[in-house]
């Protein structure tokens, strides 16, 4: 199982990208979809999740700004973020909850996407 991360570039304060993390191999369904962030010298943080069933939850210094979504016919998470900031730059990290074909349950991390924002 794979998790490819694409989207990221260089943006000015106030612009938007979308972030797009798709999964791939023997999936049998994909339970959680989360977006992390890790800035330099930052530990790393969790920015969005969405449940299968469309849940989702935001740290509080993207809510209103970033919007997460998911299409699971194409086992593939979205992050919309609008109004960005320059301390929104940061490296983006996808990270999902795989059931795979035997039923066991694992973590997947994607590569890592940069994001830069300039002032």
């Known amino acids: 199982v794979q998790l490819q991360a694409s989207g990221g570039g260089l943006v000015q304060a106030g612009g938007s990208l979308r972030l797009s993390c798709a999964a791939s191999g023997s999936i049998f369904s994909i339970i959680a979809m989360r977006w992390y962030r890790q800035a330099p010298e930052k530990q790393r943080e969790l920015v969005a999740a969405?449940?299968?069933?469309?849940?989702?939850n935001y740290a509080g210094s993207v809510e209103g700004r970033f919007t997460v979504s998911r299409d699971n016919s194409k086992n593939t998470v979205y992050l919309q973020m609008n109004t960005l900031k320059p301390e929104d730059t940061a490296v983006y990290f996808c990270?999902?909850?795989?059931?795979?074909?035997?039923?066991?349950?694992?973590?997947?991390w994607g590569q890592g996407t940069l994001v830069t924002v300039s002032s």
């Open positions: 969405i449940s299968r069933g469309g849940g989702t």
């Open positions: 990270n999902a909850d795989i059931r795979l074909g035997d039923s066991t349950v694992r973590g997947y």
